[in-house]
């Protein structure tokens, strides 16, 4: 089995930056793709990023796009989400999500993925 764990939500000014973690463990992560989907209260869960395993290829929403970087470090087992020029409109859970895949294959819809993590709260404030 496999476990995601997610980290480095908070609250934020409008125009900051956070950087979430999202840490895989347990054998079912050895070669995995990975993608970030956020839910705001009273809305359904959306895309918000997705990368390869090899992490050469990265999808983002039009809404994030040019302000979040998604990134992983293999060696480590983690997937980053870099998140900058934050808007109140960011606000929401945000979780990691994985399933196992090698190449270059992204996926930026939930049902394709197998792992969710806890999720972690970003809250940006106006």
């Known amino acids: 089995q496999g476990e995601l764990v997610e980290s480095g939500g908070g609250l934020v000014q409008a125009g900051g930056s956070l950087r979430l973690s999202c840490a895989a463990s347990?054998?079912?992560?050895?070669?995995?793709?990975a993608g970030w989907f956020r839910q705001a209260p009273g809305k359904e869960r959306e895309f918000v990023s997705a990368i390869s395993w090899s992490g050469g290829r990265t999808y983002y929403s039009d809404s994030v796009k040019g302000r979040f970087t998604i990134s992983r470090d293999n060696d480590k087992n983690t997937v980053y989400l870099q998140m900058s020029s934050l808007k109140p409109e960011d606000t929401a859970v945000y979780y990691c999500?994985?399933?196992?895949?090698?190449?270059?294959?992204?996926?930026?819809?939930?049902?394709?993925?197998?792992?969710w993590g806890q999720g972690t709260q970003v809250t940006v404030s106006s």
């Open positions: 999500a994985a399933r196992p895949s090698t190449g270059g294959y992204y996926y930026p819809s939930d049902y394709e993925y197998e792992y």
């Open positions: 347990g054998r079912t992560f050895s070669v995995f793709a």
